[in-house]
């Protein structure tokens, strides 16, 4: 486990086949550490499977540790990019919940394998990990400010909720998108967003139970 | 990364004195395995650090991975233990649902080595993370269909809102508990709370915003 982090990642590649190449490293280690472990994830299999020699492997990366950090960095674009798609369509911020939570289930049914890098990435890079958690909860606290400012959500605690509502979809996915690899996700979905709507709380009399 | 489990443990010591022994063991390897990590981890350092003989350790273990699931139930046994002393005054679910919430963020704080052995266990058995979460959620789904049928909480998806629960503490708890070592717990529990009772809907009007 290392907490040092070298000078910054090498500089990118200057040519778009580089590009590919080390997208391709990327692409296999994704595969490799998502299957093995980060321990058991040798660069030899890894620069095998993306069909470059080793020696190739350090144009593009330091260690192992590097590539770990980029496959985090890779995943919380990906997610993002995944999640504004998704709810690029919302007409207000509960509507973008429910999309959300959909769609957060369905990226990590599909990709299991950057699931587990980021979850792993805690044990080989805690500032990596931390970093990745903090950046998704800063974005998630100006989005509920906002909301709250529109009257869209109720007033509350936006940190504390930021981080619960990771909490929620975190936990859901791992239990409807990883253990269960094959069940369908949509009852998942809106019985998570019901939660995240109204709580578990008893609701009072009169008041629509769920929108 | 071993998958495999070994023929369960050995047998539990005989005297008093070998329970002390294994227990200054798994003590001693919380310790070490919490800020080292399991593979840096070694049993020659948790021996020393219980003061036994290296051979001692395989009397009571087969292996560092066997310590590691013992630390897993271990974590499960006192947390559970603490969120029934600490919930054993509430009046009904959402007000154990409160206590419960300030309580596991107070044993996260307190137990931040555990809480590490538990995160880490995914990556050296994954059977016996996954057990852990399950058994759980099983008891925690349990409550919550006795308390929807007592009308203490409103009526909805049980498995998934046991799930989603898990979540928001975990994700809470390391938020509060685990980055933020020192700060006051209260006002995030309080925040929790609001969120688990309500939720971030907007609020029909007349509803008392919080309980």
Redesign the interface.
Known sequence: ?SNLHPAGPLPAPKTQRGERTRQKILDAAEREIGA?????ASIATITAEAAVAQGTFYLYFRSKEEVLRELVLRMGRRLRHHLTLATAGAGDR?QA?RLGIRAFLQFVRDNPNLYRVV??S??VDPAIH?AY??EF?AGYRVG?EEAESR???????A???A??????????G???AI?DRDGPLD??AE??Y???????????A????K?
């Open positions: 486990m093995r472990g980060f321990s058991d509960m919940e979850a792993e805690q044990f931390r958690y903090e909860a509920l009257g869209e959500i109720a007033p509350g605690h940190e504390v909720r981080w619960a509502l990771m909490g929620v979809t975190d936990m859901v791992r239990r409807y253990y009852a998942a019985a998570a019901d939660f995240v709507a109204h709580g578990i709380g008893p609701r009072a009169g008041r629509g139970a929108t």
